[in-house]
T-cell receptor, first 115, second 113 residues
Framework: ETGVTQSPTHLIKTRGQQVTLRCSSQ?????VSWYQQALGQGPQFIFQ???????GRGNFPPRFSGLQFPNYSSELNVNALELDDSALYLCASSDLAASSYNEQFFGPGTRLTVL | LAKTTQPISMDSYEGQEVNITCSHN???????ITWYQQFPSQGPRFIIQGYKTKVTNEVASLFIPADRKSSTLSLPRVSLSDTAVYYCLVGDLGGGSQGNLIFGKGTKLSVKP
C-alpha cells in the first residue's frame, strides 16, 4: 500500500508568481483534501476533490484552485502569490465510500516560501 | 462553525497517562471528532476518531460526553517519542460542509524522562 506523496518538498517563489503543488493519494482512496498550515498554527482546510469535482471549500480566495485526475492524484494551484501564502501545504487522502471516510491520511507537505 | 479550543501545551513524564481535552461547543449533529498527531516538518497522523461515548484503539482512547461539546484524548503510558503536537478536528469530511472542518491550534505535548 503506497502512502500519500507530495511534490516538491520545498519551493521558493516571488510575490505575484504562480505555483503548482502535486499530490498522489493513497492507493484505493478517491478523495483528496488540501490544507494550508502557517507556522505554529493548525492546518486550515482549503478545498476537497472527490471523483474529479470540487466537493467543498474553505475560506480561501479564488486564486487558490485545484484539479483531481482520473487516478485520484491532485494539484493545488495558487495564482498571484502573496507573502502570506508562505506555509506548509498538506494534502490528505481518504475514501468517502468507506465507513471510515473521516479518517484522513496526510502527506509530508510542501513548504512554500514567498519572497 | 465548530470552533475548537485546546490547551496550548502540556508536560508529562515517561510512563504517565496523559489526557488532552478539546472544547467544541458548537459541534453539529453530523460532525465527527478526530485526533491527529504531528511531528515537526511532517504531516499529521491519524490517532483516533469518534462520534459519541468512548472509543479505544491500540494507541489511545477517546472520551466524548453525551452533550459532545468536548472530547478527551487519553494516551496511556507516554514515552519520549510521544512528544508532538496533538490536534483535534471537528467536522464531517463527507457531509457537504467540508468548509466547516476546523482544526484546533494544537496542544504541544512534551514528555520528559
Amino acid at each position: 500500500e503506497t502512502g500519500v506523496t507530495q511534490s516538491p518538498t520545498h519551493l521558493i517563489k516571488t510575490r505575484g508568481q504562480q505555483v503548482t503543488l502535486r499530490c498522489s493519494s493513497q492507493s484505493g482512496h478517491n478523495t483528496v483534501s488540501w490544507y494550508q498550515q502557517a507556522l505554529g498554527q493548525g492546518p486550515q482546510f482549503i478545498f476537497q476533490y472527490y471523483r474529479e469535482e470540487e466537493n467543498g471549500r474553505g475560506n480561501f480566495p479564488p486564486r487558490f484552485s485545484g484539479l483531481q485526475f482520473p487516478n485520484y492524484s491532485s494539484e493545488l494551484n495558487v495564482n498571484a502569490l502573496e507573502l502570506d501564502d508562505s506555509a506548509l501545504y498538506l494534502c490528505a487522502s481518504s475514501d468517502l465510500a468507506a465507513s471510515s471516510y473521516n479518517e484522513q491520511f496526510f502527506g509530508p507537505g510542501t513548504r512554500l516560501t514567498v519572497l | 462553525l465548530a470552533k475548537t479550543t485546546q490547551p496550548i501545551s502540556m508536560d508529562s513524564y515517561e510512563g504517565q497517562e496523559v489526557n488532552i481535552t478539546c472544547s467544541h461547543n458548537n459541534i453539529a449533529t453530523n460532525d465527527y471528532i478526530t485526533w491527529y498527531q504531528q511531528f515537526p516538518s511532517q504531516g499529521p497522523r491519524f490517532i483516533i476518531q469518534g462520534y459519541k461515548t468512548k472509543v479505544t484503539n491500540e494507541v489511545a482512547s477517546l472520551f466524548i460526553p453525551a452533550d459532545r461539546k468536548s472530547s478527551t484524548l487519553s494516551l496511556p503510558r507516554v514515552s519520549l517519542s510521544d512528544t508532538a503536537v496533538y490536534y483535534c478536528l471537528v467536522g464531517d469530511l463527507g457531509g457537504g460542509s467540508q468548509g466547516n472542518l476546523i482544526f484546533g491550534k494544537g496542544t504541544k505535548l512534551s514528555v520528559k524522562p
